[in-house]
């Protein structure tokens, strides 16, 4: 069965509890249950991880390179401050999809760069935590494809 790697990125661990009037009330355990049953729909698996640390992350796409179909990321706030992270996603040949939960270009300045996007084949941003069914939806219709 082809694998989606779904990655997220610092402090969403948090989701539900951090600053709800932007990121919303569910949290990322509700977010993997609707990940993993519209995966499951589309015939799709799903590894579903979330790490505080850079290298984590990177690990976990390099693991990606060998045994995953596509990437859906939420780099959260190292989208803005990571070339270690670009740089592992130019390693993986499928398709890659960025999301971020918030409008991410109606807040700070700081939050309107992403080197993520360099190498994202879709950007999703302001769709609340639905942007990841969306993602998902996109990346299996792009591995599907090719
Ligand atoms: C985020 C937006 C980032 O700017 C922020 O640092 C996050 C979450 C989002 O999902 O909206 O932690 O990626």
Same mark, same amino acid.
């Given at each position: 069965?082809? +694998? &989606?790697?779904?990655?997220? $990125?610092?402090? +969403?661990n948090?989701?539900?509890?951090?600053?709800?009037?932007?990121? $919303?009330h569910?949290?990322?355990a509700?977010?993997?249950?609707?990940?993993?049953?519209?995966?499951?729909?589309? #015939?799709?698996?799903?590894?579903?991880?979330?790490?505080?640390r850079?290298?984590?992350?990177?690990?976990?796409?390099h693991?990606?390179?060998?045994? #995953?179909?596509? &990437? !859906?990321?939420?780099?959260?706030?190292?989208?803005?401050?990571? !070339?270690a992270?670009?740089?592992?996603?130019?390693?993986?040949? #499928?398709?890659?999809?960025?999301v971020?939960?918030s409008?991410?270009?109606?807040?700070?300045?700081f939050?309107?760069?992403?080197?993520?996007?360099?190498?994202?084949?879709?950007?999703?941003?302001?769709? #609340?935590?639905?942007?990841?069914?969306?993602?998902?939806?996109?990346?299996?219709?792009? !591995?599907?494809?090719?």
């Amino acid at each position: 069965m082809s +694998l &989606i790697f779904v990655l997220n $990125g610092p402090n +969403l661990n948090l989701l539900g509890k951090r600053q709800p009037d932007i990121y $919303g009330h569910e949290t990322l355990a509700d977010v993997e249950v609707d990940c993993r049953s519209l995966a499951s729909e589309l #015939g799709f698996d799903i590894r579903f991880h979330q790490s505080n640390r850079e290298y984590e992350l990177i690990d976990w796409i390099h693991e990606a390179r060998e045994i #995953g179909a596509a &990437i !859906v990321i939420n780099p959260a706030a190292f989208t803005h401050t990571s !070339v270690a992270i670009l740089d592992a996603l130019n390693t993986f040949e #499928g398709p890659v999809m960025e999301v971020h939960i918030s409008n991410v270009h109606q807040r700070e300045a700081f939050r309107h760069h992403s080197y993520v996007s360099m190498r994202a084949d879709g950007v999703i941003a302001g769709m #609340g935590t639905q942007g990841y069914q969306l993602a998902i939806r996109r990346a299996v219709a792009q !591995v599907q494809a090719d």
